[in-house]
């Protein structure tokens, strides 16, 4: 089984950062990759960014120039280094991790509970 933690919301002014941090743990074979979603008050949960096992990363066109996805290969974790934030960034941010786990490498998808990041003045 696979867990994934996320940390780092709060309440942040327009125009000011935050850097969430997911760690995933348990039997993991490997990592294919790690991204973050996230899910505002009556909307859908959406895609942020992602990044895979080589370090490519790819990111939504509302957040290109202010978010940074990163990892720490050694941790299995993954960052998002937000600047810029605007009052429609406010939501519960999500990680998601995929790759195989156990003896048996059977493929996972886990995702964490999440972390609320309010941005307002």
């Known amino acids: 089984q696979v867990q994934v933690v996320e940390s780092g919301g709060g309440l942040v002014q327009p125009g000011g950062s935050l850097r969430l941090s997911c760690v995933a743990s348990?039997?993991?074979?490997?990592?294919?990759?790690m991204g973050w979603y996230r899910q505002a008050p009556g909307k859908q949960r959406e895609w942020v960014a992602s990044?895979?096992?080589?370090?490519?990363?790819n990111s939504a066109d509302s957040v290109k120039g202010r978010f940074t996805i990163s990892k720490t290969n050694a941790k299995n974790t993954v960052y998002l280094q937000m600047n810029s934030l605007k009052p429609e960034d406010t939501a519960v941010y999500y990680c998601n991790a995929q790759g195989s786990s156990g003896f048996l490498r059977r493929p996972f998808d886990s995702w964490g509970q999440g972390t609320q990041v309010t941005v307002s003045s």
């Open positions: 348990g039997s993991i074979f490997s990592m294919n990759a």
């Open positions: 990044i895979t096992s080589d370090g490519s990363t």
